[in-house]
Protein backbone atom coordinates (compact mmCIF):
# COMPACT_ATOMS: atom_id res chain seq x y z
CA UNK A 1 0.00 0.00 0.00
CA UNK A 2 1.18 3.48 -0.90
CA UNK A 3 2.51 5.02 2.46
CA UNK A 4 2.95 8.47 1.30
CA UNK A 5 2.60 11.35 -1.31
CA UNK A 6 4.40 14.16 -0.84
CA UNK A 7 3.93 15.50 2.99
CA UNK A 8 0.24 13.46 3.53
CA UNK A 9 1.10 10.38 5.30
CA UNK A 10 -1.18 7.22 4.55
CA UNK A 11 -3.40 6.14 6.97
CA UNK A 12 -5.17 3.47 4.72
CA UNK A 13 -7.20 3.02 2.29
CA UNK A 14 -10.97 4.30 1.81
CA UNK A 15 -12.13 2.92 -1.21
CA UNK A 16 -11.77 3.26 -5.27
CA UNK A 17 -13.79 6.18 -7.02
CA UNK A 18 -14.07 7.53 -10.56
CA UNK A 19 -10.82 10.13 -9.62
CA UNK A 20 -9.02 7.24 -8.81
CA UNK A 21 -7.56 5.18 -5.08
CA UNK A 22 -9.03 7.35 -2.17
CA UNK A 23 -7.30 7.47 1.17
CA UNK A 24 -7.49 8.34 4.36
CA UNK A 25 -4.19 10.49 5.06
CA UNK A 26 -2.62 12.78 7.67
CA UNK A 27 -1.62 15.97 6.63
CA UNK A 28 1.65 16.46 8.63
CA UNK A 29 2.26 20.52 7.84
CA UNK A 30 -1.06 21.21 9.43
CA UNK A 31 -1.77 17.79 11.83
CA UNK A 32 -5.45 17.13 10.48
CA UNK A 33 -6.69 14.26 8.41
CA UNK A 34 -8.01 14.54 4.96
CA UNK A 35 -9.00 12.41 2.04
CA UNK A 36 -6.07 12.07 -0.93
CA UNK A 37 -7.52 11.15 -4.33
CA UNK A 38 -4.92 9.80 -6.49
CA UNK A 39 -5.75 10.10 -9.90
CA UNK A 40 -5.46 7.47 -12.22
CA UNK A 41 -2.34 7.78 -15.01
CA UNK A 42 -4.31 7.23 -17.98
CA UNK A 43 -6.34 10.49 -17.07
CA UNK A 44 -3.51 12.10 -16.30
CA UNK A 45 -1.74 10.96 -19.67
CA UNK A 46 -4.31 13.08 -21.61
CA UNK A 47 -3.08 16.53 -21.69
CA UNK A 48 -6.52 18.04 -22.28
CA UNK A 49 -8.57 16.02 -20.00
CA UNK A 50 -5.72 16.83 -17.07
CA UNK A 51 -5.56 20.53 -18.23
CA UNK A 52 -9.43 20.29 -17.82
CA UNK A 53 -9.46 18.49 -14.57
CA UNK A 54 -7.14 21.22 -13.03
CA UNK A 55 -9.15 24.06 -14.15
CA UNK A 56 -12.20 22.31 -12.67
CA UNK A 57 -10.12 21.65 -9.33
CA UNK A 58 -8.77 25.30 -8.84
CA UNK A 59 -12.34 26.66 -9.45
CA UNK A 60 -13.69 24.04 -7.18
CA UNK A 61 -10.86 25.75 -4.45
CA UNK A 62 -12.45 28.40 -4.47
CA UNK A 63 -15.55 27.40 -2.80
CA UNK A 64 -15.94 27.17 0.73
CA UNK A 65 -19.02 26.27 2.55
CA UNK A 66 -19.84 24.44 5.58
CA UNK A 67 -21.93 21.91 3.48
CA UNK A 68 -18.88 21.06 0.69
CA UNK A 69 -16.34 19.29 0.89
CA UNK A 70 -13.38 21.35 0.44
CA UNK A 71 -10.55 20.56 -2.09
CA UNK A 72 -7.53 22.06 -0.21
CA UNK A 73 -5.27 21.31 -2.67
CA UNK A 74 -4.50 19.60 -6.21
CA UNK A 75 -0.59 18.55 -6.58
CA UNK A 76 2.12 16.02 -7.72
CA UNK A 77 4.35 13.87 -6.14
CA UNK A 78 6.69 11.55 -7.96
CA UNK A 79 5.00 11.35 -11.13
CA UNK A 80 1.12 11.08 -9.33
CA UNK A 81 -1.28 13.84 -9.73
CA UNK A 82 -3.51 14.06 -6.47
CA UNK A 83 -6.38 16.04 -4.76
CA UNK A 84 -6.55 16.83 -1.50
CA UNK A 85 -10.33 16.99 -0.06
CA UNK A 86 -11.96 17.54 3.60
CA UNK A 87 -11.95 14.15 5.32
CA UNK A 88 -15.93 13.67 5.97
CA UNK A 89 -17.04 11.01 8.44
CA UNK A 90 -20.46 10.08 8.04
CA UNK A 91 -22.72 7.78 5.70
CA UNK A 92 -23.83 8.25 2.51
CA UNK A 93 -27.59 10.04 2.06
CA UNK A 94 -28.03 6.66 -0.11
CA UNK A 95 -27.57 4.34 2.72
CA UNK A 96 -29.82 6.65 4.99
CA UNK A 97 -32.56 6.17 2.38
CA UNK A 98 -32.54 2.70 1.54
CA UNK A 99 -35.91 2.91 0.23
CA UNK A 100 -37.82 4.39 3.52
CA UNK A 101 -38.35 7.64 3.57
CA UNK A 102 -37.05 9.80 6.29
CA UNK A 103 -38.51 12.19 8.89
CA UNK A 104 -40.13 15.38 6.84
CA UNK A 105 -38.54 17.69 8.93
CA UNK A 106 -35.37 16.11 9.00
CA UNK A 107 -35.48 16.11 4.57
CA UNK A 108 -36.39 19.55 4.47
CA UNK A 109 -33.89 20.79 6.72
CA UNK A 110 -30.85 18.23 4.73
CA UNK A 111 -32.72 20.21 1.38
CA UNK A 112 -32.24 23.37 3.03
CA UNK A 113 -28.31 22.93 4.06
CA UNK A 114 -27.75 21.73 0.35
CA UNK A 115 -29.12 24.35 -1.45
CA UNK A 116 -27.57 27.29 0.76
CA UNK A 117 -24.22 25.87 -0.80
CA UNK A 118 -25.20 25.51 -4.56
CA UNK A 119 -26.49 29.16 -3.60
CA UNK A 120 -22.82 30.06 -2.13
CA UNK A 121 -21.23 27.89 -5.36
CA UNK A 122 -23.42 29.43 -7.52
CA UNK A 123 -22.47 33.17 -6.84
CA UNK A 124 -18.69 32.27 -7.69
CA UNK A 125 -19.91 30.79 -11.08
CA UNK A 126 -19.88 27.24 -9.67
CA UNK A 127 -22.00 23.88 -10.61
CA UNK A 128 -22.10 20.56 -8.92
CA UNK A 129 -23.13 18.94 -11.70
CA UNK A 130 -23.61 15.17 -10.01
CA UNK A 131 -25.91 15.67 -7.24
CA UNK A 132 -27.33 12.71 -6.55
CA UNK A 133 -27.77 10.38 -2.57
CA UNK A 134 -24.60 8.62 -3.39
CA UNK A 135 -22.44 12.13 -3.59
CA UNK A 136 -23.64 13.58 -0.32
CA UNK A 137 -22.70 12.64 3.24
CA UNK A 138 -24.34 12.83 6.09
CA UNK A 139 -22.45 13.55 9.56
CA UNK A 140 -22.92 12.39 13.49
CA UNK A 141 -24.53 15.91 13.70
CA UNK A 142 -27.08 15.75 10.79
CA UNK A 143 -24.70 18.19 8.61
CA UNK A 144 -24.85 17.39 4.97
CA UNK A 145 -22.00 17.41 2.83
CA UNK A 146 -21.90 17.46 -1.48
CA UNK A 147 -19.01 15.95 -2.68
CA UNK A 148 -16.45 16.08 -5.79
CA UNK A 149 -17.89 19.04 -6.01
CA UNK A 150 -17.92 20.48 -9.27
CA UNK A 151 -15.46 17.28 -10.57
CA UNK A 152 -18.40 15.23 -11.97
CA UNK A 153 -17.15 15.39 -15.60
CA UNK A 154 -14.07 13.22 -14.25
CA UNK A 155 -15.84 10.83 -12.15
CA UNK A 156 -17.19 6.94 -12.82
CA UNK A 157 -20.69 8.51 -12.16
CA UNK A 158 -20.74 11.37 -13.84
CA UNK A 159 -19.92 10.26 -16.99
CA UNK A 160 -22.04 6.90 -16.48
CA UNK A 161 -24.90 8.49 -14.59
CA UNK A 162 -26.75 9.57 -17.77
CA UNK A 163 -27.43 5.25 -18.31
CA UNK A 164 -27.33 4.33 -14.92
CA UNK A 165 -29.02 6.95 -13.00
CA UNK A 166 -31.20 8.98 -15.17
CA UNK A 167 -33.80 10.17 -11.86
CA UNK A 168 -31.00 12.35 -10.76
CA UNK A 169 -30.52 14.39 -14.86
CA UNK A 170 -32.14 17.21 -15.64
CA UNK A 171 -33.49 16.54 -19.10
CA UNK A 172 -31.08 19.29 -20.50
CA UNK A 173 -27.69 17.37 -19.28
CA UNK A 174 -29.78 13.85 -19.77
CA UNK A 175 -29.58 15.08 -24.06
CA UNK A 176 -26.05 16.44 -23.78
CA UNK A 177 -26.42 19.96 -23.03
CA UNK A 178 -23.92 21.22 -20.51
CA UNK A 179 -25.75 21.67 -16.93
CA UNK A 180 -25.99 25.02 -15.18
CA UNK A 181 -27.53 26.01 -11.21
CA UNK A 182 -30.71 25.15 -12.68
CA UNK A 183 -29.82 21.83 -13.64
CA UNK A 184 -27.93 21.22 -10.27
CA UNK A 185 -31.51 22.50 -8.35
CA UNK A 186 -33.38 19.93 -10.75
CA UNK A 187 -30.71 17.10 -9.26
CA UNK A 188 -31.78 18.43 -5.59
CA UNK A 189 -34.92 18.49 -6.10
CA UNK A 190 -34.92 14.60 -7.18
CA UNK A 191 -32.80 13.97 -4.01
CA UNK A 192 -35.37 15.75 -1.89
CA UNK A 193 -38.25 13.66 -3.32
CA UNK A 194 -36.37 10.73 -2.39
CA UNK A 195 -35.67 11.34 0.90
CA UNK A 196 -39.40 12.48 1.33
CA UNK A 197 -41.05 9.01 -0.31
CA UNK A 198 -37.90 6.14 -0.06
CA UNK A 199 -38.30 5.94 -3.27
CA UNK A 200 -36.73 7.53 -6.64
CA UNK A 201 -38.99 10.46 -8.89
CA UNK A 202 -41.90 9.42 -10.84
CA UNK A 203 -43.01 11.23 -13.69
CA UNK A 204 -45.55 13.65 -12.37
CA UNK A 205 -46.16 12.29 -9.07
CA UNK A 206 -46.17 14.71 -5.57
CA UNK A 207 -44.01 13.34 -2.84
CA UNK A 208 -47.63 13.64 -0.73
CA UNK A 209 -49.04 11.14 -3.33
CA UNK A 210 -46.74 8.61 -2.21
CA UNK A 211 -46.09 9.83 1.71
CA UNK A 212 -49.35 11.20 3.30
CA UNK A 213 -47.17 13.03 5.80
CA UNK A 214 -45.90 15.49 3.58
CA UNK A 215 -47.13 18.99 3.14
CA UNK A 216 -49.12 20.19 0.22
CA UNK A 217 -46.63 23.19 0.11
CA UNK A 218 -43.73 21.16 -0.32
CA UNK A 219 -45.26 19.85 -3.13
CA UNK A 220 -45.32 23.07 -4.92
CA UNK A 221 -41.36 23.59 -4.12
CA UNK A 222 -39.97 20.01 -5.70
CA UNK A 223 -42.56 20.46 -8.73
CA UNK A 224 -40.85 23.32 -9.64
CA UNK A 225 -37.44 22.21 -9.08
CA UNK A 226 -38.61 19.44 -11.43
CA UNK A 227 -39.84 21.23 -13.87
CA UNK A 228 -38.45 19.46 -17.69
CA UNK A 229 -38.03 22.99 -18.99
CA UNK A 230 -35.09 25.01 -16.92
CA UNK A 231 -36.86 28.39 -17.98
CA UNK A 232 -39.88 27.16 -15.71
CA UNK A 233 -37.50 25.93 -13.10
CA UNK A 234 -36.10 28.14 -10.44
CA UNK A 235 -33.33 29.98 -11.44
CA UNK A 236 -31.19 30.64 -8.71
CA UNK A 237 -30.49 28.09 -5.78
CA UNK A 238 -31.19 31.30 -3.19
CA UNK A 239 -34.91 31.03 -2.96
CA UNK A 240 -35.02 27.74 -3.06
CA UNK A 241 -33.42 27.81 0.29
CA UNK A 242 -35.65 30.74 1.45
CA UNK A 243 -39.16 28.70 0.22
CA UNK A 244 -37.87 25.63 2.33
CA UNK A 245 -36.75 27.60 5.28
CA UNK A 246 -40.59 28.94 5.04
CA UNK A 247 -42.11 25.12 4.94
CA UNK A 248 -39.71 24.13 7.80
CA UNK A 249 -41.69 27.17 9.91
CA UNK A 250 -44.58 25.83 8.79
CA UNK A 251 -43.84 22.31 9.95
CA UNK A 252 -42.43 24.01 13.18
CA UNK A 253 -45.54 25.74 13.69
CA UNK A 254 -47.62 22.48 13.11
CA UNK A 255 -45.55 20.18 15.34
CA UNK A 256 -45.38 22.74 18.49
CA UNK A 257 -49.48 22.93 18.06
CA UNK A 258 -50.04 19.60 18.07
CA UNK A 259 -47.98 18.57 20.80
CA UNK A 260 -50.10 21.53 22.75
CA UNK A 261 -53.02 20.31 21.62
CA UNK A 262 -52.23 16.51 23.05
CA UNK A 263 -50.61 18.15 26.46
CA UNK A 264 -54.11 19.74 27.14
CA UNK A 265 -55.77 16.68 27.93
CA UNK A 266 -52.76 15.26 30.02
CA UNK A 267 -53.16 18.90 31.85
CA UNK A 268 -56.92 18.76 32.47
CA UNK A 269 -56.56 15.47 33.94
CA UNK A 270 -54.04 16.63 35.91
CA UNK A 271 -55.85 19.11 37.39
CA UNK A 272 -58.96 16.96 37.97
CA UNK A 273 -56.56 14.59 39.64
CA UNK A 274 -55.76 17.61 42.26
CA UNK A 275 -58.88 18.49 42.99
CA UNK A 276 -60.11 14.95 43.20
CA UNK A 277 -57.11 14.73 46.04
CA UNK A 278 -58.26 18.13 47.38
CA UNK A 279 -61.89 17.07 48.45
CA UNK A 280 -60.39 13.87 49.98
CA UNK A 281 -58.42 15.51 51.96
CA UNK A 282 -61.01 17.91 52.92
CA UNK A 283 -63.57 14.68 53.85
CA UNK A 284 -60.87 12.94 55.75
CA UNK A 285 -59.76 16.75 58.03
CA UNK A 286 -63.65 16.90 58.31
CA UNK A 287 -64.37 13.27 59.50
CA UNK A 288 -61.37 13.51 61.70
CA UNK A 289 -62.73 17.07 63.18
CA UNK A 290 -66.20 15.21 63.64
CA UNK A 291 -64.42 13.01 65.56
CA UNK A 292 -62.49 15.40 67.95
CA UNK A 293 -65.42 17.20 68.20
CA UNK A 294 -67.61 14.06 69.56
CA UNK A 295 -65.08 12.77 71.82
CA UNK A 296 -64.62 16.07 73.25
CA UNK A 297 -67.97 16.17 73.86
CA UNK A 298 -68.20 13.42 76.23
Do not use: C
Not at 121 to 141: F, M, N, W, Y
Not at 188 to 216: C, D, H, I, K, Y
Not at 234 to 248: C, E, G, M, N, T
Not at 262 to 288: H, K, N, Q, Y
Amino acid sequence: MLEAIAHYKILGPLGTGGLGDVYRARDTRVGRTVAVKVVPADLDADLDRARALLAAANGAIAVSHPNIATLFEVGRDAGRRFLVFEFVPGDPLSALIEGRALNVRRAVELAIQLADALADAESLGQVHGDIRPATIVVTSKDRAKLMNFGLAAFTVGGMARRTLSPAYVAPEQGSGGAGDIRSDIFSLGAVLFEMLTGRQRGQGLAPSSVNRGVPPELDRIVGKMLVANPEHRYQSAAPVAADLRSIATILEVRATAEEAASAAPRRSLARSGTLVVVIVLLVIVAIALWLWLSLAGR
